[in-house]
């Protein structure tokens, strides 16, 4: 189980479990689509409900992005006609997803296949600086520029302007995973000291326990009446006994 996948699946209030977090569904296009190795990526990652509503709410917002005024503010550069690119984004990442779920159902009993929450092993590994910079700023990088030429470059502004967004959720995302993790790791180190701290406490009571139960009555005044009392009732019915026999 990798670190990242831990650190996902950690805690209610991680946004895994937060009715697919608006972040993690953005980022989760692009790991999908590119810049995750896909044979790294969960069967949780690639949950249906999950894909097939974000490839709808690609299609809503292509739609959306497409109208004049929203066309003029962002400045899509659409000289004429539709801009589709964020349609066919949708398309090709809800086939990729699929196929990538139906891959994942296939290796369940598979010893050598990713944890169901991992987010998937970064192209850029073979960098030589620390695994959590190459998440938390390579990919989402290199994810705002595939966005930025896609916008001015290759004629395909709205999906250009969704991968530069997406770029910010996939950092959102990662830093949010390098928190969790360490988090993780400090409690890992608190751990030992928390337990040696409980066993301490569990000795002592254990030691006042023992002291109680050697401890010897204190006699009172009440007692011994009571003791007298009761030993001349047993007198008495003796008597009695005695009498009716004779």
């Known amino acids: 189980m990798s670190e990242r996948s831990s650190a996902l699946g950690r805690g209610r209030d991680n946004p895994r479990w937060q009715g697919e977090g608006l972040a993690l569904a953005i980022a989760r296009t692009v790991m999908v689509c590119g810049i995750r190795k896909p044979h790294t990526i969960g069967y949780e990652m690639l949950a249906l409900g999950g ?11 292509n739609s959306a992005l497409n ?8 400045g899509n550069q659409i000289t004429k006609g539709d801009d589709f690119s ?13 196929w990538l779920r139906h891959q994942r159902k296939r290796e369940k009993f598979d010893p050598n296949r990713p944890h169901r929450l991992d987010p998937g092993i970064s192209w850029f590994t073979f960098l030589s600086i620390r695994n959590d910079y ?3 700023f390579v990919d989402p990088g290199v994810t705002f520029l595939v966005g930025a030429e896609l916008r001015w470059r290759l004629g395909a502004p709205l999906l250009g302007i969704y991968y530069m967004v997406a770029a910010a959720a996939l950092a959102s995302v990662e830093w949010n995973l390098h928190q969790q993790s360490e988090q993780h790791d400090w409690q890992l180190g608190d751990g030992p000291k928390e337990a040696a701290r409980d066993g301490e406490i569990m000795q002592a009571m254990g030691r006042r326990e023992t002291a109680a139960s050697h401890e010897t009555a204190i006699p009172t005044g009440v007692d011994a009446n009571l003791a007298a009392d009761i030993k001349r009732r047993q007198q008495e ?10």
């Open 51 to 61: 894909i097939v509503k974000t490839a709808i709410a690609l299609f809503v917002v």
């Open 67 to 74: 109208l004049p005024i929203v066309t003029w503010l962002l």
């Open 86 to 98: 964020l349609r066919l984004f949708a398309i090709g990442f809800l086939v990729v997803a699929l």
């Open 134 to 136: 190459i998440y938390r």
């Open 237 to 246: 019915r003796e008597g009695e006994v005695s009498h009716d026999v004779n």
